[in-house]
T-cell receptor, first 113, second 116 residues
Framework: GENVEQHPSTLSVQEGDSAVIKCTYS??????FPWYKQELGKRPQLIID?????GEKKDQRIAVTLNKTAKHFSLHITETQPEDSAVYFC????????????FGAGTRLAVHP | EPEVTQTPSHQVTQMGQEVILRCVPI?????FYWYRQILGQKVEFLVS????????KSEIFDDQFSVERPDGSNFTLKIRSTKLEDSAMYFC??????????????FGPGTRLTVL
């Protein structure tokens, strides 16, 4: 079935530390893996995405890695800042439908000054 | 930069009443979606819509739900007889037609639905 597992559910780090969030998925044919940041009461905002033809992508302090064989992908945030505090969701575009995104349960990241 | 818009931002209704949530997708997009997010939980897929018909729907999207694109710009979600458990934030999203744009989904700001 269509399943996305995300860990950890909460993550607390000191400003300047790195944060890593991991997701696993079930559909080996999936080929698009976005990460969203959601602040309280706001819409999910795409922060980075990766397609299955690459293993890693970086955008300033944010990077995503993908292991298609193991069906897992991770978000890495370096040099965290208090404004990085939010809920982060991974998502997977499932191949059987018209771009149906299935989301992970979310990780609440708290960055302490 | 073009954005998906949604109205109203907050809707309060009595149980059993009908509600219509409205969305204006990005103008050249062809694929439209509704998602919902119960407070403190994950975002859940409800329905996708393409070429004026539903292309896929989830188990949540039962007979009480319907979607429509009544004109060239609006995309609506109707809940016929609301239940307490329909209280959630409802997000509309759209995506384009090009290969890359086909994947990235742009979300609207959401409508918070409160059923009393």
């Amino acid at each position: 079935g269509e399943n996305v597992e995300q860990h950890p559910s909460t993550l607390s780090v000191q400003e300047g530390d790195s944060a890593v969030i991991k997701c696993t998925y079930s559909d080996s044919a999936s080929n698009y893996f976005p990460w969203y940041k959601q602040e309280l009461g706001k819409r999910p905002q795409l922060i980075i995405d990766i397609r299955s033809n690459v293993g890693e992508k970086k955008d300033q302090r944010i990077a995503v890695t993908l292991n298609k064989t193991a069906k897992h992908f991770s978000l890495h945030i370096t040099e965290t800042q208090p404004e990085d505090s939010a809920v982060y969701f991974c998502a997977v575009l499932f191949s059987g439908g018209y771009n149906k995104l299935i989301f992970g349960a979310g990780t609440r990241l708290a960055v302490h000054p | 930069e073009p954005e998906v818009t949604q109205t109203p931002s907050h809707q309060v209704t009595q149980m059993g009443q009908e509600v219509i949530l409205r969305c204006v997708p990005i103008s050249n997009h062809l694929y439209f979606y509704w998602y919902r997010q119960i407070l403190g939980q994950k975002v859940e897929f409800l329905v996708s819509f393409y070429n004026n018909e539903i292309s896929e729907k989830s188990e949540i999207f039962d007979d009480q739900f319907s979607v429509e694109r009544p004109d060239g710009s609006n995309f609506t979600l109707k809940i016929r007889s609301t239940k307490l458990e329909d209280s959630a934030m409802y997000f509309c999203a759209s995506t384009g037609s090009g290969r890359r744009a086909h994947n990235e989904q742009f979300f609207g700001p959401g409508t918070r639905l409160t059923v009393l």
